[in-house]
């Protein structure tokens, strides 16, 4: 009997005031909107005040300029050389060797084409100064080694 379907929809919130106080509120404000046209329209309950003409007051102003602008210096130009400095410099170190002595383990002794700030020679896995890099020179054996860039530093390695 009661099919959803069917039924209308349910209206909306019905209004709560009664009919006579929906009919003040807008004849009051109609009213309100009168009476505030009306009072535009007439400029206010002020009666109009005579105009007179009043005197004209002429002002001269005179302006002087005293000091000239200064033109800004020009832009300096630089130009920029760039020079590849050669490699880096080899010098030839021999270590000499006391009569009758072993030069087995001894680091600081052989033939080795750059050396430390110390004076012994290199050794392959150890760090290379900045000054060294990518040159190549031998170990206190005379194996050849090179300064590289493996894991994440420069190393002397076999070349």
Request: hydrophobic content about 30%.
């Amino acid at each position: 009997m009661n099919n959803p379907s069917t039924m209308p929809p349910a209206p909306g919130r019905p209004d709560s005031r009664p009919l006579y106080k929906r009919k003040r509120v807008w004849f009051g404000g109609l009213s309100l909107f009168t009476l505030g046209a009306l009072i535009a329209s007439t400029g206010g309950s002020e009666p109009a005040a005579e105009t007179k003409a009043a005197p004209t007051v002429t002002v001269t102003a005179t302006a002087t300029v005293t000091e000239t602008p200064k033109a800004s210096p020009a832009p300096t130009v630089i130009k920029t050389k760039t020079v590849k400095t050669p490699g880096p410099t080899v010098t030839v170190t021999e270590a000499a060797q006391a009569a009758g002595s072993s030069n087995s383990g001894n680091s600081d002794t052989g033939t080795c084409s750059i050396v430390s700030n110390s004076g012994n020679c290199y050794e392959a896995g150890q760090f290379c100064r900045s000054s060294d890099h990518g040159a190549v020179t031998t170990d206190a054996a005379g194996a050849s080694i090179k300064c590289n860039y493996r894991s994440n530093a420069w190393r002397w390695t076999y070349a």
